[in-house]
């Protein structure tokens, strides 16, 4: 065989190699876009449950969220009223009449008011969503000695030195500011707010008068002196409101508010709060109020009937007044110690 045939046979197995090389090329790579396709219908297919979990999580995660935020806001609202309301009425008469009498029928708020707690019309024109109530405040204050009024004459002596802030002394005549009165725990009779007359700055003694008792009543040694205060508690323009009567004017306390209303029963010594909140997230949709049918029907028809996108909240809480004392309280006593 000659070198040409020898070359040509080389060249016609070389040929048939790359032949059969591009053909098994061609087969590889029509299986590796096979494999791909299958690979992307796989991943759509677990990506699309996936996704959907990842939606209800991020969404439960938000709810969770709101929710929280709606339950803080509650927390502040009620803890602003808890302290008035436990020492609402403390040595105050209940009635209204006998309250008016023992500020000398003053003109001026809170002497005015139906009573140490009561819940009015609103300056929005909302019923029971404004709360009005008078409360001690305790100064830590101790008397030093008994004292009987009149016959002891009319100062009162302290076992330290009166904070020149806690009260001011109004000379003559009714009671203009809250800080003008102040209140024992144990005095007798029990209602009997005195009204200060007289105090020096950084002396234990202080000159008293009383409207409602003004011929006699006893105070005894180691007794706290209190002082008066009174707040009004509403809510407009979706922010919950005090009126403290220590600073001037109306002091913005929890936003996300919607509204609240009171319910005073004075005959069971107790108060029932009605608080509407709401969440900071806003959904696509208008949203049910959680918690609606704890409230009287008439009021949840009041709130159901405005619409939101925003989460809200509707709760009841119920407290009682335990020094809120009226009469018929003592007169109850007297007849079960007779039997």
Known sequence: MNIKSKLHIIRFKVRKREQLFGHKQNKRKAFTFIELLISMIILVTLTIPLLTMLRQ???????QIDYRIAQNRIFSALSLIRHPVFYCGMGLPVDTEEYRVAFGRSRFQPFNWAGPVSAVKSSIGKENGELRI???????????????YIKQGKTISFTKNINENSIIPRNSGIPENTRNCIIFKSSFPVFNPLIVRSANKNSPHVVVESFINPNFFRLYKNDTMYVLCAMK??????????????ISGDQPRVDG???????????????TIYLLVRGNQKFDTF????GIEQ??????????????NYQRYAVKTVWRLPNCLSKNF??????????
């Open 57 to 63: 999580s991020t969404d439960y995660l938000t709810t």
């Open 134 to 148: 008078v409360y001690a405040k305790s100064e830590h204050i101790k008397l030093k000695e008994n004292f009987e």
């Open 233 to 246: 508690v509403f809510c407009k323009s979706g922010v919950l409101y005090t009126n403290d009567f220590k």
């Open 257 to 271: 508010v919607n509204d609240i209303r009171f319910n005073v029963n004075k005959d069971k010594q107790n108060i």
């Open 287 to 290: 949203k049910e109020i959680i």
């Open 295 to 308: 409230c009287p029907t008439e009021l949840a028809e009041e709130w159901t009937c405005k619409k939101s």
């Open 330 to 339: 003592f007169s109850k006593i007297e007849i079960e110690e007779q039997y």
